[in-house]
């Protein structure tokens, strides 16, 4: 069964800093996509990056990286330089295969808390 | 802003009631997903239409249905409501020119459920 594990139920960091939050993930299926969510209190899922199975490279947006290790099925995502902005709910989560519109599985999520 | 809006925000039922949720997808997306969010959990996938025809079924009971029109928004009826409905009912749209592999979910705001 596909599973998507994110064991920081809440991670703190100042301001600038960089930090990690983890993901695993468990499939039998050699293709598939990985995401990161970000979830403000406001409630809208707000994409933040993609990870293919297949690609070679980690994914870079802006401040955000995926940390992509396929041997340990982690795909951990660094926000680099905090900002007071940032502190929200973020998951991570996975699309089985390559079939367009194929359902999101989704972790129980990290809160992160950025203080100044 | 994703483009993906929901209706209403809120709303507050009373136990054996039926509620209708709405959806309007990104302009060009085909595809609409729903969701269920309870209270610090992540998202749970509850069905997902393509084209106005369900494709692919969470492990949702039948009292769970939706629709899709033909121009892309979409619907998601819950009969006899229980009080574990009350959660955070999530929307998202998407296309496969995308690109296959990729088809990233674009995410609305939620219509926040309470039911008494």
């Known amino acids: 069964a596909q599973k998507i594990t994110q064991t920081q139920p809440g991670m703190f960091v100042q301001e600038k800093e960089a930090v990690t939050l983890d993901c695993t993930y468990d499939?039998?299926?050699?293709?598939?996509?990985l995401f990161w969510y970000k979830q403000p209190s406001s409630g809208e899922m707000i994409f933040l990056i993609y990870?293919?199975?297949?690609?070679?490279q980690n994914a870079t947006e802006g401040r955000y990286s995926l940390n992509f290790q396929k041997a340990r099925k982690s795909a951990n995502l660094v926000i680099s330089a905090s900002q007071l902005g940032d502190s929200a709910m973020y998951f991570c989560?996975?699309?089985?295969?390559?079939?367009?519109?194929?359902?999101?599985?989704f972790g129980k999520g990290t809160t992160l808390s950025v203080s100044s | 802003e994703t483009g993906v809006t929901q209706s209403p925000t809120h709303l507050i039922k009373t136990r054996g009631q039926q509620v209708t949720l709405r959806c309007s997808s990104q302009?060009?997306?085909?595809?609409v997903s729903w969701y269920q969010q309870a209270l610090g959990q992540g998202p749970q996938f509850i069905f997902q239409?393509?084209?106005?025809?369900?494709?692919g079924r969470g492990n949702f009971p039948p009292r769970f249905s939706g629709l899709q029109f033909p121009n892309y928004s979409s619907e998601l009826n819950v009969n006899a409501l229980e009080l574990d409905d009350s959660a955070l009912y999530l929307c998202?749209?998407?296309?496969?020119?995308?690109?296959?592999?990729?088809?990233?979910?674009?995410f609305g705001a939620g219509t926040r459920l309470s039911v008494l």
């Open positions: 998202a749209s998407s296309s496969p020119t995308q690109g296959e592999a990729k088809n990233i979910q674009y």
């Open positions: 499939t039998s299926d050699p293709s598939y996509g």
């Open positions: 990870q293919g199975s297949y690609d070679q």
């Open positions: 989560a996975m699309r089985r295969g390559r079939q367009a519109g194929t359902a999101l599985i």
């Open positions: 302009s060009g997306h085909n595809t």
């Open positions: 239409y393509y084209r106005e025809e369900e494709n």
